[in-house]
């Protein structure tokens, strides 16, 4: 749902060229006493281990340090373990939510033997797909806006055996409290679908959305707003200024970080999970996405449909053709799919159309201004690692400039009240994470133009991805005891 306070888009903030010298420095002026080293692994979580600032020297950015890549989801055999850590100065940040002052890094993994980028690593193949861009001579700079939505809950608890399963969440804002007796009731809570957005006491997380958003400025993220969204009990949107891929990647996994540390000092648990919650909207992580050229917007002509140029309809046509093996890694779980349903305002018509969010891409058209020209492709959500989501939207779109894809004619219409033979004619995207793993399998050639991705990464991504899936087929679902119990 959109809360525009959006002003017409100025260049994307410096990324500041921080040395090591500049990171010595700034330990010292911070009187820092701990230095944490973290690194990305495939599914996309943040992993780390920390050194004492007497550990921290100009050498570490050039020697490295060595980790147990065995132990790491999706990277190294056991025989093959030893890994390094090659810290980037530029990623700086003083820790926000930790006690003990310390000043944390970002770190590209790299193969001690070779002393080459890991393929494996997702923030080298965000990397090859920054650089694939300039060289391709189409653009120099991609520029990406994720609006991340996720929930915060009072509690989260599940549990799963050979003879039981549930889960059970819990939120002071959720509607089903409404009745709850014993202590004062102060009612006052979104109904389903009406989270966007009250002001308090319904809206029971002003105070705590808040405090993230001065957390994330504190790491030195452009912070654009923040407000409730659709869901009841607890849904909510936070939105940072665009940026350059690799840049806007980390500010993801750091956004992940401070939301999830904040909500736990507070009594909170917050989950990126695309449909924690039956009956109410999912959390999807719309990617605005333009690509420029010598600082101008090259998806922006004053006569083309919605304001675009040429050169961005063919990106459409190459991000919507090649969709189903995209959402492999922007809609990564069997969870996704709980999202990705009809209803729901559910990006799942693969149209294009401006302003309209029933299709799949969305031509925002708030302002007229050259920068401020974009795509929304609202499939992707929070579950994704956003190293690897960004690289094959990139790759996708670029693989549609560069065949010249016409996508299909733009839609301006609610696509969710078409019927019949009208509705049949949109292709839509899959319903199941084995269908959009089997459309990658299917279609990875656009992928690995500049060797961005590899076989050895997609098909490392493929073992990890089935595997959760079967553990989730394996299970029976509670609601199919409610559905054949009786059978
Ligand atoms: N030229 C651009 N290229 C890429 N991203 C951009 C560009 N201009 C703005 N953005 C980013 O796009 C995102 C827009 O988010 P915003 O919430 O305003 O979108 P919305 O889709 O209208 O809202 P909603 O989905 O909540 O209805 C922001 O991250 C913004 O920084
Ligand atoms: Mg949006």
Redesign the pocket.
Known sequence: ????V?RP?TAAPAVPKTSPKDVLRLAKEQQVKIVDLRFVDLPGTWQHFSIPVEELSEGLFSDGIGFDGSSIRGFQHIHESDMLLMPDPTSVFIDPVLEVKTLDLICDVIDPLTRKPYSRDPRYVAKKAEEFLPSTGIADTS???P?IEFYIFNSLRFDQGQNFGYYYIDSEEGIWNSGQNGTPNLAHRPRNKEGYFPVPPADKLQDIRSKMVRALIDTGIAV?VHHHEVGTAGQT?I????STMVEMADRVLKYKYVTKNVAAQNGYVVTFMPKPLFGDNGSGM?T???LWKNGS?LFYDRDGYALLSTMARHYIGGLLKHAPAILAFAAPTTNSYRRLVPGYEAPINLVYSMRNRSACVRI?TYFDKP????L?FRAPDPSCNPYLSFSACLMAGLDGVINQIEPPTPMDMDLYELEGEAKKRIRQTPGSLEEVLDALDADRDFLMRGDVFTEDLIEAWLVLKRQSAKEVALRPHPYEFYLYSDV
């Open positions: 749902m959109t809360l525009t959006e888009a520029f990406w806006g609006e654009e949107e939105d940072m200024r665009f719309h605005h996405q333009s917007n925002p920068e401020a020209r974009r929304e």
